[in-house]
């Protein structure tokens, strides 16, 4: 296979962003990465986002893609194996459940966003109703379907990142009764793709983030400061 000169156009925190990193270090692809600030974009970053979000992938300087689902697809057909199930079915079921993932990351921006103790505690339960259902979902270890890591194995370990953080700031519960679930998030956590493809500080800057966005949880923040 042709062998490409890849970009990834990124920021520090995004967890899309992270789900493309995971695939690029799983085929051992050789890449850079430029880090922007998503308040303040550069002009050349509008060319290539017509969405205005990361990561963007620019191919061989010529070429651009956007959107981390399309960009993780691109990876794992440019290079040998796949990260996908075999079985069409499988196949599909991993990516409705990658989709599904992409709901859970809706659902944790309402939580840290949530204004006020009730609006955060109805995005905790929301957010508790969602691993309930992936717990069903999972078939054995120590990976989503077995022992073979997967692409939406890479999209829900930055899921389960952002609870590390969670959890220094207040108990929310949500895989106290999730075994599967838990089991799952600690396997991946010990995974090296998932370990890089973050920085060293990412805990203090997402607590940063979270303690600027003057919300219920910031305020949490702020009192453990006290």
């Known amino acids: ?10 920021h520090v925190l995004c967890p899309y962003v992270q789900r493309s990193v995971i695939v690029l270090h799983e085929k051992e692809i050789a890449y850079t990465r430029t880090n922007i600030d998503l ?4 002009a050349w970053f509008e060319q290539i986002s017509p969405m205005g ?8 300087q010529s070429q651009s893609l956007f959107e981390s689902s399309v960009i993780c697809e691109f990876i794992n057909e440019i290079t040998p ?3 996908h199930p075999e079985d069409p079915f499988d196949k599909a079921h991993h990516r409705a459940w990658i989709e599904f993932g992409s709901g859970i990351l809706d659902s944790i921006g309402g939580l840290y966003n949530a204004s006020d103790r009730e609006n955060f505690e109805s995005k905790r339960i929301d957010i508790l109703r969602k691993f309930t259902l992936v717990e ?3 078939s054995c270890k120590p990976y989503f ?15 389960f990142r952002y609870f590390y953080t969670f959890d220094r700031i ?5 895989f106290d009764h999730l075994p599967k679930v838990t089991a799952w998030r600690d396997t991946l956590n010990q ?6 493809a973050v920085a060293e500080e990412y805990p203090e800057l997402l607590t940063q983030f979270l303690k600027e966005r003057q919300s219920y949880i910031s305020s949490l923040i702020s009192k453990k400061a006290a």
């Not at 379907?145 to 899921?159: M, N, R």
């Open 1 to 10: 296979m042709k062998k490409h000169k890849l970009h990834l156009v990124s």
């Open 39 to 42: 308040v303040n974009t550069p």
């Open 53 to 60: 979000r990361v990561p963007v992938l620019q191919i061989d």
């Open 81 to 83: 194996g796949s990260l």
């Open 136 to 138: 069903l979902e999972i």
């Open 145 to 159: 379907s077995g022992t073979k890591f997967h692409l939406i194995d890479a999209v829900y370990g930055p899921i």
């Open 170 to 174: 207040i108990d929310l519960g949500i």
């Open 191 to 196: 995974r090296q793709s998932i370990q890089r």
